[in-house]
């Protein structure tokens, strides 16, 4: 028997046929269905659904209670916070089968959703954009664009900006970090 080169907790199914790249994790009552592809280096929570059909690039991080429905799409390097939605029908009703209609979801290269944040379908989260948590996506987000509130509308104070040196400048190291975190709170 041959050792797989990713982990699947043993509470957790993946059903065949479905793609899973070297070094991802999935963790305690997951779900990974067939026809589905997830990427290399991947960290799958705890009680995470990945529907039939869903993509997820290399690197993502998808967080505890997060649901991917058939159409969502995910790029290298997403973060899907904790409990955040997607959604894949516009107006669900129980009595209407609406297979034929599921809308697709794009997150692009890098994108971060935050806790809590739901993503109506249909719609394209740009570049290395931040969802906040609780923020509810009903338009396309732009590239590094700040997203809050309900309906999502781009910060006014975003940090995210249009510019890719503050996205290089959030990733210091940890020693540049604790200095900053020193500076911030010994006034």
Known sequence: ??????FVHESSY???PCRIG???KIWHFSHVMRDSVIGERCNIGQNVVVAPGVRIGDNCKIQNNVSLYTGVILEDDVFCGPSMVFTNVVNPRSEVVRKDEYKRTLV???ASIG???TVVCGVTIGTYAFVGAG???MRDVPDFALVVGNPARISADSHVAHNRQVLRDCHRSDDEEDQGHD???DR
């Open 1 to 6: 028997m041959s050792e797989k080169p990713y």
């Open 183 to 185: 500076q911030q709170f």
């Open 22 to 24: 070297a070094g991802t």
């Open 108 to 110: 692009r290269r890098g």
């Open 115 to 117: 806790a809590n944040a």
């Open 135 to 137: 923020a509810v996506v």
């Open 14 to 16: 993946v059903d065949e």
